[in-house]
């Protein structure tokens, strides 16, 4: 089994219940199970500003699937949420990166782990920091990451359930 980290936002439709719907089909997968899901963060467009704001969670699973496999299967969850393609970073109804996958890395055209940028981004970081704060990435503890974010919009909110 190996720990993976996922990225999980989205900026189109009900976002949160976009994101339940992703969290169910990670779950009904018998090869993934959620160990931990961050809180969830309203963060401000990063990349291509002229579009709403995204939700945006961390999840921790542990998976027997194989980094390519999961990369299938976080495609197949977009492809049921009926992501379009039209602007580059621009809105979605949801995306799943694979930000961490064990100690594997990979830098090709179909797959980047650890996920590019990832450690400046505070959509991202802040939710893993959340709920990994031992974390080490490219050798060096997650807080150091955290420390050095640039000021980026991220509220965390607090829903019921
Ligand atoms: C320098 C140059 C530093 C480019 C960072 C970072 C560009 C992230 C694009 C960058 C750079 C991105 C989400 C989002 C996108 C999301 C929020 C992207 C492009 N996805 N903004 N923007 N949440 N808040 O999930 O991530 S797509
Ligand atoms: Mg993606
Ligand atoms: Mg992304």
Known sequence: MSRVFLG?????????????????????????????????????PVGYEDQDWFLNIVVEIETSLEPYSLLEYCNHIEQELKRERLIHWGP?????????YENFSSDNEKLIVPHPRMCERGFVIIPLYEIAPDLIIYDKPIKEFVDQLQTEEVRKINYEG
Do not use: C, F, M, W
């Open 8 to 44: 999980i936002g989205g900026n189109i439709g009900d976002k949160h219940a976009n994101i339940k719907e992703t969290l169910s089909l990670l779950q009904e997968n018998p090869k993934i199970e959620i160990v931990n899901t961050s809180s969830y963060y309203e963060t401000a």
């Open 92 to 100: 979605r109804t949801i995306d799943v990166d694979i930000l961490l």
